[in-house]
RNA sequence: GCCCCUGUAGUUAAAUGGAUAUAAUAGACCCCUCCUAAGGGUUAGUUACAGGUUCGAUUCCUGUCAGGGGUGCCA
């Protein structure tokens, strides 16, 4: 059940009838059914005139005046305005309707079915397992959980998938770094060098090594050793991932390993299969890539002239597995600003392997910028090292976190403002909204307690307050901005339309009344704060941000 | 140099090519004998610059200027 779209698909097929009856034979443009921004233009508006004004060579308002003498809609009135727009004004019972629609649904109001269980490969911040989860990761952790969860709603059956480095250069660099302090730990003299990793995870891992096996590793071959010690400390690692991801409400479904595609021989096929479709040539002992064909500013190395595969190639190895080999519909990943470059090279690849390039979705996220009191941070004031996933969740509650992370678009650098996420005043958008939503139930609560009054199912309800029609756009907009976010991949509309559905809800609860009001005002304006809560409430269980019954 | 992102009130942002460009915040003032003042109201203030596309441009295109990111046989 969705008014919106049910009133203009109505819309759309009264003007459609009016403009062919017009027409005369000549092709006419599409024309839009829409919502005004400003509802005295109407609850919905059309410019079927001013688009068809050239083809039909005549003045949009007499076109207009064609179409709407050729109208017969009973529940709406009409009227022409502006330039030519055809704009349509609802009756008392669209209001009702809408709210007893919010009521009806509950839980499921807003779902929909537009993705027709497509199957979603959803993979997002798959950090190195070789150290802590920066800010970066954060913000791609809010943003991809977020997105899988709108999809989900939208009728996408969606899996959520953190790709695991646990192979190549990466891993060789954390095997480096743990045998140097492994040996720096027993006495050895040697520097740590400067591609090493120098964090102190590094040296905690290898306080707890020694003091369980000592010395023992000291007279392994150096290659055994490492080994020994990344197959000791990179398991505790991804434990490391899983957990704080788990704090900031984050569960996979799976956790992809790298080393799965080089031990079942997919990365060396990779190579084969896009050398047979003459998508490589050898240069210098290496072999490229031709990515120049899909806009890339030069080729890519696939395998160096040492005969090492580049990343390139278990990168496309994985995305050919999920495409093709586990055949999902869609793939999504979500990437850092520094990833750009990678779209091209990856598009190439797949279409060289004869996929379709626009089932890879690729969503690059801007820089954040962590800032308190106008300034730029940097470190963690408790720790004074960089600030990590973890160390941020220490300073800040995981609702605002995931609240704030989803308040841009992700294709806009977003500053953070530590001071504001903290805040626990209305200038804080996360508690703006709790805000409404315990007022909700506290009105329920209340007028249930004092003054014995329940919310009747069937009651006829009554709006007339401009505050209450308001509040109903409002919560009638739910199923389009969802279905609006799963077809733009973008969270962050929804953070937006939740904030200002409170806003709506606070001038409607300023304004009117339910205690003491005449029993057919009380009911109306009951089921309205009703649907309300189940409005907001939805929107914050798809963010996984609480939704408080007090505060 | 080349590629990507962004230029909108003092600040942070909104606006499938639509009507008088929205909000929040900072400032000034007002509203609790009233379901939660963690709220509401009043007030003032904005599309970087120059062209183009069209009924109409914050939105699309070109150029200029400014800020951020990238530009490895690193990942």
Redesign the pocket.
């Known amino acids: 059940m969705n008014i919106t779209q049910d009133t203009k698909q109505q819309i759309s097929e009264i003007i459609s009838a009016a403009m062919s009856d017009i027409a005369e034979g000549v092709e006419l443009p599409a024309f ?1 059914v ?1 919502v ?3 509802a ?3 609850d919905f ?1 059309c ?1 079927a005139a ?2 068809s ?2 083809a039909l060579k005549r003045k ?1 308002r007499d076109i207009a005046q064609a179409i709407v003498s050729r109208l017969n809609t009973s529940s709406m009135t009409v009227e022409i ?5 055809i ?1 349509f004004f609802v009756g008392q019972e669209w209001f009702e309707r809408a709210v007893s629609g919010v009521l009806a649904a509950e839980g499921d109001y807003g779902r929909s079915n537009i993705g027709e269980g497509k199957r979603v490969l959803l993979e997002f911040v798959s950090a ?1 397992p070789t150290g802590p989860m920066h800010i970066g990761n954060a913000r791609g952790g809010a943003i991809g959980d977020c997105l899988a969860a709108i999809l989900q709603f939208a009728g996408y059956t969606v899996e959520r998938e953190f790709y695991v ?1 646990d192979a ?3 891993i060789a660099k954390l095997g480096l770094s743990l045998d140097i302090r492994y040996r720096q730990a027993l006495g050895g003299k040697l520097e740590i060098p400067e591609e090493a990793y120098h964090g102190d995870d590094i040296i905690h891992h290898i306080e707890n090594f020694v003091k369980t096996y000592g010395e023992k590793y000291l007279n392994f071959s150096e290659n055994d050793r490492k080994a020994a010690l990344v197959d000791y400390a990179l398991p505790l690692n991804i434990a490391t991932l899983e957990r704080d991801l788990k704090k900031y409400r984050i569960e996979y479904d799976n956790w992809f390993r790298e080393s799965a595609l080089h031990e079942g021989g997919q990365v060396d096929e990779i190579v084969r299969l896009l050398d047979e479709k003459g998508a490589t040539y050898e ?4 072999i490229f890539l031709k990515t120049t064909a899909f806009g890339d ?2 080729d ?2 696939l395998v ?3 005969g ?1 595969p ?3 190639v ?2 496309i190895a994985y995305h050919y597995n999920k495409l093709v080999t586990r055949g999902f519909d869609i793939a999504i990943d979500i990437f ?7 779209v091209p090279r990856m598009n190439a690849a797949l279409a060289a392997l004869g996929v379709d390039t626009s089932r890879l979705k690729m969503l ?1 996220m ?2 954040v910028r962590l800032v308190r009191a ?1 300034e730029t941070v940097k470190l963690s004031k408790r720790s004074g090292k960089a600030i990590t996933l973890s160390t941020l969740l220490d300073e800040v509650p995981v609702d605002a976190a995931r609240f704030f992370f989803n ?3 992700a ?5 953070f ?1 530590l001071d504001l996420a903290i805040e ?6 996360v ?2 909204v ?3 939503h ?2 909700t ?3 329920l ?3 249930l307690e004092e003054d014995g009054l329940t919310l009747k199912s069937g009651y006829p309800l009554k709006y007339t307050h401009e505050a209450e029609l308001v509040l109903i756009r409002k919560l009638s907009a739910l199923p389009e901005e969802i279905t609006e976010a799963a077809r733009a991949f973008d969270p ?2 929804l953070t ?1 339309y939740v ?2 559905v ?2 709506a809800f ?11 009001e005449d029993e057919a005002v009380a009911q109306s ?1 009951l089921a309205l704060v009703a649907a309300t809560g189940v409005v907001i409430r939805n929107a914050l269980a798809i963010m996984k941000v609480d939704a ?4």
């Open positions: 839009a829409e005004p921004a400003n005295v233009n109407g508006s410019n001013l688009v004004a050239k949009p305005a502006g330039p030519g727009f704009n190195n480095n190549g250069n990466q240069e210098n002992g290496a500013e030069k890519r190395v160096r002239s040492n090492v580049t990343y390139l278990p990168d850092g600003a520094d990833h750009h470059g990678y690059i801007q820089m106008g308040l841009r678009d294709n806009t650098h977003l500053d403002d626990e005043t209305s200038q804080n958008p508690y703006y709790q805000y409404a315990a007022r139930c506290n009105i609560k209340r007028l962050s509309r937006r904030t200002e409170a806003a606070h001038k409607f609860y300023d304004a009117c009344r339910v205690k003491g304006r408080p019954e007090r505060m």
